[in-house]
């Protein structure tokens, strides 16, 4: 049984072990550091915007950046106030960028684990040369870590006009039933929440070798033939 969309999504990716994708505390002293760099004369008020916190708490970082001596403020008021990164706020920008980036790695490894099955799948069967009906969030998930594993990837299929004919992620977004002439081995429905939909559509329009995401409880995904 497919799951929810949601429950998916939180059975793939264990957020919750993430720092740096729960608007941490870390994550904002990364934003607002990064934003500093970028432009010393930007404003509390941007600040807040970019770190999607009220101002009063901007005020509370550039105080504990000042005493960590990560910046140095210039100027007499609001209007006329700059920020510059020191020695060692260019050191903390950079510990925080790279244990961001590790995060990502982890996040991607954990991901490319949970989708073992898939690769495993599709080299039993010799299914190389792939569509991805979808050109979503999950379909640019599934797209990375096939071409990790040296599948043909022949692009993707989408339902939408605005995305036909165009590229998503480096790949080519075709209509259907124009995919449909061009030689391939599977059609993966790379969505959770309208699989249903997708896949009947798919037969409907003649296609026979097509392949849909079960999750289990544990999150592991595996490949099912429609």
């Known amino acids: ?49 970019m770190a999607g916190i009220a101002p009063s708490m901007v005020n509370k970082y550039i105080k504990l950046f000042v005493e960590e001596k990560y910046i140095e403020k210039f100027g007499e008021n609001n209007r006329t106030m700059s920020y510059h990164l020191t020695t060692s706020g ?16 982890q996040l991607f490894m954990e991901t490319k684990g949970r989708f073992a099955n898939v690769v495993e799948i599709l080299n039993r069967e010799r299914k190389k040369r792939i569509f991805l009906y979808g050109a979503g969030v999950i379909g640019k998930i599934v797209l990375n ?14 339902d939408s006009p ?4 165009d590229k998503m992620y480096g790949f080519k977004v075709y209509e259907p039933k124009i995919a449909l002439r061009i030689s391939h081995d599977a059609v993966i429905i790379a969505s959770f929440k309208h699989s249903k939909i997708m896949i009947q559509k798919a037969k409907d329009i003649g296609y026979d070798n097509i392949y849909v995401f079960n999750v289990s409880e544990e999150g592991a995904v595996s490949l099912e033939r429609r």
């Open 90 to 105: 260019l050191n903390r920008l950079q510990f925080l960028t790279l244990s961001l980036m590790a995060e990502i790695s």
């Open 162 to 165: 605005l995305k036909q004919g």
């Open 145 to 158: 870590i096939l071409k990790a594993e040296d599948f043909n990837i022949l692009g993707f299929i989408d």
């Open 1 to 49: 049984m497919i799951l929810e969309h949601r429950k998916v999504v939180k059975k793939l990716i264990k957020l919750e072990n993430l720092e740096f994708f729960n608007l941490s505390p870390l994550y904002r002293e990364l934003l607002l550091l990064s934003s500093i760099k970028k432009d010393p004369n930007i404003s509390q008020e941007k600040l807040s915007k």
